[in-house]
């Protein structure tokens, strides 16, 4: 029995607001199949003795083998690796496919790309609620050097790091590097930059960004799956459900009576209107009428003066 009256989507809706790092836990079930799902519950313990936990809900299907296994391995994805996160997310397909991977000695498979592994062996597993928390001590670790992958508000997205000092300060103390000349690296940038500035628009007009997404997916009358949703939205199933929710009780969008397709309503895409007028304004600022040299010339400015 729990004291506790809050509301489930109102908990999953503020749970959401931690940003967490997202990883797939692997391991072999005691029939020899290959197991593996996407977790973002991963946290540190202990250091002496190394331990950290997860937690896997009991309702699924890898629940048991994960609760019994001896081995296992979580592997702390890299910000380009959404397709896996999103493929160990889905019930019921066979996860590897497609993957790469090997197995370790004690025949867990490990996924080659990652941005770090945790070997573990069973510490530990304690009932928490509909959850099942597993403590792992940690027996190897493996760090490659990339961008970690970011999972907030239903949403995955890459690290952002946070400028300390003054952008004039900064642009004074700090030389050209040959990084500042890369296509790449300035896109990166300026997209982050843009994407903030566009997103507090979002939310300021009282939306979240899941919302926005949808709402902008359906805009122009188009009616779309829920998964054709989920695909261009990247959420994963139950916030995307949750999200519906939300729009359906404001009257934004609609589901339809067999519950296959979701339309946006009058009232949604008035909604999401004017936010495409300050995307499309914001955008004709940043690239308007360059060539790719005065192109990269301003995107680094962009970084620069934010
Ligand atoms: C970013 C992300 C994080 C997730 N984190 C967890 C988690 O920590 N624990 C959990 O039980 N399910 C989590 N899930 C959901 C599972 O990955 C999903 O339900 C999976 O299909 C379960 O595997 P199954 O095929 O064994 O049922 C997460 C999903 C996503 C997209």
Not at 66 to 81: K, N
Not at 204 to 226: C, F, K
Request: with cysteine.
């Amino acid at each position: 029995m729990t004291e506790s009256s809050i509301d489930a989507r109102e908990f999953r809706t503020a749970l959401a607001c931690f940003a967490t790092g997202v990883t797939v836990v692997t391991a072999r079930s005691a029939d020899g199949e290959n197991c593996g799902m996407t977790a973002s519950s991963f946290n540190s313990v202990s250091m002496d003795p190394p331990l950290v936990l997860w937690s896997v809900t009991k309702t699924a299907l890898s629940a048991d083998v994960f609760r019994q296994a001896e081995r296992y391995t979580i592997h702390v994805l890299g910000s380009e690796q959404q397709g896996i996160a999103s493929q160990f997310a889905t019930r019921g397909i066979d996860k590897f496919e497609g993957v790469s991977y090997g197995h370790d000695q004690y025949g867990v498979p490990v996924l080659e790309e990652h941005a770090v592994r945790f070997d573990c062996k069973q510490w530990a597993v304690y009932e928490g609620g509909d959850h099942w928390i597993i403590v792992g001590e940690v027996t190897g670790i493996e760090r490659c050097n990339k961008e970690v992958l970011v999972f907030c508000e239903g949403s995955f997205a890459t690290p952002n790091p946070i400028r300390t000092a003054p952008a004039a300060e900064r642009s004074m103390e700090e030389p050209e590097s040959p990084v500042d000349r890369l296509l790449l690296y300035n896109l990166a940038r300026a997209y982050h930059q843009m994407s903030n500035q566009f997103h507090s628009g979002v939310r300021d007009s009282g939306l979240s960004i899941p919302q926005w997404r949808i709402l902008a997916s359906l805009y122009g009358q188009v009616s779309r799956t829920r998964q054709d949703l989920q695909d261009r939205t990247f959420l994963d199933r139950e916030s995307l459900n949750d999200c519906l929710a939300q729009l359906e009780k404001n009257r934004l969008c609609v589901v339809s009576a067999e519950n296959s397709t979701v339309s946006g309503t009058e009232a949604g895409h008035e909604r999401v209107r004017h936010l495409f007028e300050l995307g499309q304004a914001q955008e004709r600022d940043a690239v308007g009428g360059k060539s790719l040299d005065d192109l990269i010339d301003h995107l680094a400015e962009i970084v620069k003066n934010t």
